[in-house]
């Protein structure tokens, strides 16, 4: 299964854009890029996913390099609730193992006031 | 609001005794999920199940048993647990995925389990 790699923490200031980065060099050309959050003492939540073009929408954007091996999850402008862990996953539709969706450690954001 | 519901919240069990985490969806989904999450570690993937049929069991200890007599609902049966099942035990639903472009997955709030 193509893994992802993100940094175990970040921090940011409130008010401010946060950029948070995930490698995935073995992407395969059916993955898609998917970003979960999760909030202290809570289920993770889905925030946004893409293949190819970057996405936006109400929570967050999605940029993904042009070969793929890389995408930055970007809050425009960090919340104290933004303040949780983000996992970024891979996955294929037309696998079978579809299903699983793996997570990894995430990147810890601290949101600073 | 997920739209995944588990109960109870919180539950504290003897090793000796034999309870049952329940958890509900009326999305719509066919698609229904077990994870559990220990203290300072990435969730893991318990079981899945589709209509209704369980695809995946990653290697759980069979202390835990889930049943899934509908796509609405999901039950994870415990007993004889020990300290180290102590976590939060998190379920989540989604559309049946194979052939679909990427479906997000809908988590509840998870049972914080402690087995004393």
């Known amino acids: 299964d193509a893994k992802t790699t993100q940094p175990n923490s970040m921090e940011s200031n409130e008010e401010e854009p946060v950029h948070l980065p995930c490698n995935h060099s073995t992407i395969s050309g059916t993955d898609y890029i998917h970003w979960y959050r999760q909030l202290p003492s809570q289920g993770p939540e889905y925030v946004i996913h893409?293949?190819?073009s970057n996405v936006n929408n109400r929570m967050a954007s999605l940029a993904i390099a042009e070969d793929r091996k890389s995408s930055t999850l970007i809050l425009h402008r960090a919340t104290l609730r933004d303040a949780a862990v983000y996992y970024c996953i891979l996955r294929d539709p037309l696998s079978g193992s579809a299903r699983q969706l793996t997570f990894g450690s995430g990147t810890q954001l601290t949101v600073l006031p | 609001e997920t739209g995944v519901t588990q109960t109870p919240r919180h539950l504290v069990m003897g090793m000796t005794n034999k309870k049952s985490l329940k958890c509900e969806q009326h999305?719509?989904?066919?698609?229904m999920y077990w994870y559990k999450q220990s203290a300072k570690k990435p969730l893991e993937l318990m079981f899945v199940?589709?209509?209704?049929?369980?695809?995946e069991n990653n290697s759980v200890p069979s202390r835990f048993s889930p049943e899934c007599p509908n796509s609405s609902h999901l039950f994870l049966h415990l007993h004889t647990l020990q300290p180290e099942d102590s976590a939060l035990y998190l379920c989540?639903?989604?559309?049946?995925?194979?052939?679909?472009?990427?479906?997000?997955?809908?988590f509840g709030q998870g049972t914080r389990l402690t087995v004393v």
């Open positions: 999305l719509g989904h066919n698609a």
């Open positions: 199940y589709n209509f209704k049929e369980q695809t």
């Open positions: 893409g293949l190819t």
């Open positions: 989540a639903s989604s559309p049946t995925s194979t052939g679909q472009i990427s479906p997000e997955a809908f």
